[in-house]
Structures are given as C-alpha cells and as structure tokens.
C-alpha cells in the first residue's frame, strides 16, 4: 500500500503510511508506520513535526 500525503485544511500534512524521518545532516530522527503530522504553518515547537501551533495562529491554507 502506498504512502499517502493529506493537506488538512487550516493545519499540518498527515502522511499515513512507512516513513523514515531525516534531519539535514540525513540522520534518522524517527521513523513511523502509521500516522506522522507536519508543519506547514512555521508555529510548530516541534519542527518538523505539528504541535497544535497552527490553531493558536489561525493558520489559513
Ligand atoms: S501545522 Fe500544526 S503547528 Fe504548524
């Protein structure tokens, strides 16, 4: 089954799906087989991951 990248209205990127997660130097931050949320807004606290920032922003997008 593919990974599959969903764009949540007003909020992060769910990917569902096998995933490894690299910082910029390519090392292993954590990997997920199920579901993982990203950041799209720039007010997460835990990037590259969504820590609910965007709903104290009013993120639009
Ligand atoms: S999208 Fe959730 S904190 Fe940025």
Known sequence: MATKVT???DGPLMVKGQIEV???QGQL???STDTAYFCRCGASGKKPFC???HKKISFQG
């Open 7 to 9: 764009t949540v209205k």
């Open 22 to 24: 690299l910082d910029p």
């Open 29 to 31: 931050i954590t990997t």
């Open 51 to 53: 820590d609910g920032g």
